[in-house]
Each structure stands twice: as C-alpha cells, then as structure tokens.
C-alpha cells in the first residue's frame, strides 16, 4: 500500500533551535518527494521538490533530504523563529497527477 | 503573478442542503486544477481533478460532484450535504499534472462545518 509516515506527529522547541522532521515513504513507482508547510487556517505552501537523482535541496533555513534507497527523507529547519511554527507536510508523487500525502508534524516554536 | 481565489472562507450548513465552493485562478492558463478534502491528523484527499474544460475525474466516489465551467473556475458541489461532508475542502492548480515536477498552488481553503 501506498503510504508515507511522518515523525513526529507533533513537536516543540524554543526559538532559535535547530530541528529536524522526517519522512518515511513505501509509494511506488516514485516521481518525486515535496515538503509543504501549512499554517493554520491556511493552504500548504511549497518548501523543496526533490527528484530521485537530487539529495539534498535548500531553501532559505530550510534543508531537506532524500535517500531513495531507503526511502527516507527529512527537513531541517535552523534557527527557528516564531513564524516556523506551522504543519509540515512530505508528499510522494507516483505519477500523473497521484500524489501520496503524510499527515503532516506540527511544529510549534516556543520564545 | 499568478493567484488563487476560494471562497467562503467558512460555512456552516445544515444536513441535506446543497453547497457550491467555487475557485478561480489568476494569472496562468490551461492549468490542472483539484479539489482535496483534508480531515484532522489525516493526509490531504484527492477528491477531483481536471486537465480542461469539462474533463472531470473523481477518485474518490462520495456524495460530491466537481464542475469546470471555464478554463480557471473550478466548483464542488453537493445537492444533499451529510455529516461526514464536514472539513477542510483545498482547491489547487499546477502546471501540468501534479505528478510531474512542478509544485501545487493551493487556495486558502473553507471550513465546512455539516451540523
């Protein structure tokens, strides 16, 4: 069965740290790996799309990772600020327009 | 730049009435659009999506129907909402189908709320 399995479900840390999400995907065939962030109340917003050639990719404080071998990937966050605090999504595309989401890590940045 | 328009924001209906959330796009043409539902601690749910005017696919057979009477309006609707309608209805665009490298551009969403 197509999943994809985030830890933790739910997260605090204080303003300023370092943290790191992770994502564990049994989709098949795969297409490529996306990281989305939600805020409440919101519509996710693209962070990084990774293809399985690509291992890491970064945008602004964020940092994400792929292992396509064992189907693993994860998001960095550094220096969190008060504006990290959000839901994170990864989503595994197939292919065509399947896409396999997560239910996402809450994040919450403390001050 | 492109944008993309959802509204209400939020509603609260009543079991068995009907509902209309419409989405336009701004700014791009010929775009896929989707509708997802998103339930709380689940993954987001593709209910429709469309390549072009008039070309509709559902996954997920329900109580809902989906329209695309322009090329940048997409519109669910039910004609007899039920309790389990209630959640979080996203609507998206991408560039070609979402599969492909290209990211999805989410509205902001409606809360729905059934009681």
Redesign the interface.
């Known amino acids: 069965k197509n999943q994809v399995e985030q830890s933790p479900q739910s997260l605090i840390i204080l303003e300023g740290k370092n943290c790191t999400l992770q994502c564990n995907y049994t989709v098949s065939p795969f297409s490529n790996l996306r990281w989305y962030k939600q805020d409440t109340g919101r519509g996710p917003v693209s962070l990084t799309i990774m293809t399985f050639s690509e291992n890491t990719k970064s945008n602004g404080r964020y940092t994400a990772t792929l292992d396509a071998d064992t189907k693993q990937s994860s998001l960095h966050i550094t220096a969190s600020q008060l504006s990290d605090s959000a839901s994170y999504i990864c989503v595994v595309s197939q292919s065509g327009n399947k896409l396999v989401f997560g239910a996402g890590t809450i994040l919450r940045v403390k001050s | 730049s492109q944008t993309i328009h959802?509204w209400p924001a939020t509603l609260v209906q009543p079991v068995g009435s009907p509902l209309s959330l419409e989405c336009t796009v701004e700014g791009t043409s010929n775009p896929?659009l989707?509708w997802y539902r998103q339930a709380a601690?689940?993954?987001?749910?593709?209910l429709f999506?469309s390549v072009g005017i008039g070309q509709i696919?559902s996954e997920v057979p329900q109580n809902l129907s989906a329209s695309r009477p322009q090329d940048r309006q997409f519109i669910l609707s039910s004609k007899k909402l039920l309790l389990s309608d209630s959640g979080f209805y996203?609507c998206?665009w991408s560039v070609g189908?979402?599969?492909?490298?290209s990211?999805?551009?989410?509205?902001?969403?409606t809360?729905l709320t059934v009681t």
């Open positions: 959802q896929n989707y601690g689940r993954g987001l749910q593709l999506y696919s996203l998206a189908s979402a599969g492909r490298n990211p999805l551009h989410f509205g902001n969403g809360r």
